[in-house]
């Protein structure tokens, strides 16, 4: 079906038939940049004054942001993804001609090269004179109208561009026109690189493991699945890259650590998102408790390096990630928030009863971890503001945690939480083969096929955790997570660039 255009889409596409006709190539091959925005301004500005010095001469390319014509000169602002540059463009310098072609048939959203010198002008603007101008990219549908206000000595810029579920649709112009946005993404990218420095500069390895696997593991969630033809077998997304950044232990190497895509077939909601960014790390001879320490070093060094500070705010909190974060016993956490002890409660009925007796609302169906989960996300994670590990988890929420010396229905596990939401989660990792393969007959034997708390049972897993894995200390965090609260973005679609929203009719 042939695209339809808007009137303004359609006076677009008569000037490029124009600017064709006139033997200009709207889309030309080429290009060329000698300095971008910034580098222009900073070269000008370094030599600005000094007696005897050439004029800096400078080829820029950006988009058009602004025009304003005045007779026979036209003052223009292009955007590239260093910032603004303001271009001076007079016909006794490039022609009435070209300056009549520049105004009637370029459009604010068109890319373009331009080259000249660079001067102040009266308003005390850092300028370049252009000499030359090329269109490199014709734009047919204008970009979201832009205004900008003062706000407290700021310049505030507000777009047509507001309603979240259009931007993050069409977050090609959302990043064309926020600024704000793109610093964003910006971030996340120095969020990554830190998180690399720091694993790396402890002697991590990090490699890559399979993101289609016959079986799935390593967390609790439900796959996508999807069918290989030639093979003819079932195959999964991964939920998690667990299980085999652990058989790496087994064959000696004793760190590693891994950054990439997870996909789970779950809800959607602000701290959630089927495709998402994970960061694992598995350490030999470490328990939970150094984990901990690592962990929070870990934060901290990436706040170091991204924010230039350990203190930020999120959501009005004042958040302070320097060491030593709180430690909290999962049970006395869950003791302060609901009055309901849950070692007081070992059986599945028992905790039924506690949570009647408070007036808690739960699942009849639902088995014994996944009521203290939910107590757990309802209660006492929303008061987890600064930054805490909660530590020591029931045995069967915890499927591949060791348990606590003297105490087998509590493992070590701890999980990290901050602003009121969960970040990491982390185990003293089990490394009893025989122990592993109860607990898989555990999970398949007391949920539900369905259920995402099953774990379906790895014979390779076990096979190789035969072999002789190493104690070892495991680790993982949402990168987007960590994102949104280094970025103060309420929301994970913020800190995704294309995030999965629901087809909307005719789409």
Not at 321 to 348: M, N
Not at 439 to 465: K, S
């Amino acid at each position: 079906m042939p695209t339809e255009y808007t009137n303004l889409e359609q006076i677009r596409l008569e000037k490029l038939e124009a600017l064709k006709r006139r033997g200009i190539d709207p889309y030309p091959t080429r290009a060329q940049r000698t300095h971008t925005s910034r580098q222009a301004i900073a070269a000008f500005e370094e030599v600005e004054g000094r007696e005897g010095v050439q004029p800096v001469r400078a080829i820029v390319a950006g988009r058009i942001r602004s025009m304003r014509t005045m007779g026979k000169i036209t003052f223009a602002h292009i955007e590239d993804g260093d910032g603004r540059l303001q271009l001076f463009l007079q016909a006794n310098e490039i022609g009435e001609e070209a300056l009549e072609v520049f105004n009637r048939d370029l459009d604010i959203g068109d890319f373009v090269q331009a080259q000249g010198e660079m001067f102040r002008t009266r308003a005390g603007e850092v300028t370049l004179r252009v000499q030359e101008y090329r269109l490199l990219a014709k734009s047919i549908t204008p970009l979201p109208a832009a205004k900008d206000e003062v706000i407290g000595g700021k310049v505030v810029r507000h777009t047509m561009l507001a309603d979240p579920e259009v931007r993050y649709r069409q977050r090609y112009a959302d990043l064309a026109v926020n600024p704000e946005v793109r610093q964003i993404f910006r971030t996340r990218a120095a969020i990554v690189r830190a998180l690399r420095e720091y694993l790396d500069g402890l002697g991590f390895l990090e490699v890559e493991t399979p993101i289609l696997q016959p079986i799935y593991g390593g967390a609790a969630a439900r796959p996508f699945t999807t069918y290989h033809n030639q093979l003819k077998q079932t195959l999964y997304l991964r939920i998690s890259f667990e299980l085999y950044l652990k058989r790496l232990l087994v064959g000696n190497l004793e760190r590693v650590y891994e950054i990439g895509r997870d996909f789970r077939n779950e809800g959607v909601d602000r701290t959630h998102n089927p495709e998402f960014t994970q960061l694992e790390f598995y350490c030999a001879y470490a328990d939970y408790l150094q984990v901990m320490e690592m962990a929070e070093q870990m934060i901290a060094y990436v706040a170091d390096r991204v924010l230039g500070k350990r203190q930020f705010t999120y959501q009005g909190n004042i958040i302070d990630v320097t060491p030593p974060w709180r430690r909290l016993e999962l049970r006395q956490g869950l003791l302060e928030v609901t009055g309901i002890d849950i070692q007081a409660c070992p059986t599945t009925a028992d905790l039924q009863k506690a949570m009647r007796e408070k007036g808690l609302p739960y699942d009849p169906n639902a088995p014994r971890g996944k009521l203290i989960d939910k107590l757990i996300s309802d209660y006492l994670e929303p008061t987890l503001i600064q930054p805490t590990f909660v530590y020591d988890y029931p045995r069967e929420i915890s499927p591949l945690a060791k348990s606590k010396p003297g105490d087998p229905q509590t493992v070590e596990r701890f999980e990290g939480f901050m602003a009121g939401m969960e970040l990491c989660n982390a185990f003293t990792e089990l490394n009893d083969p025989l122990d592993q393969e109860q607990r898989f007959l555990e999970m398949g034997r007391d949920y539900d096929v369905e259920d995402e708390q099953r774990h379906p049972m790895d014979e390779d897993y076990l096979r190789a955790m035969r072999y002789g894995m190493p104690p070892n200390g495991g680790f993982g965090m949402g990168v987007d997570r960590l994102t949104m609260l280094l970025t103060d973005s309420p929301n994970i679609r913020e800190v995704i660039l294309f995030p999965h929203l629901r087809e909307r009719e005719g789409e």
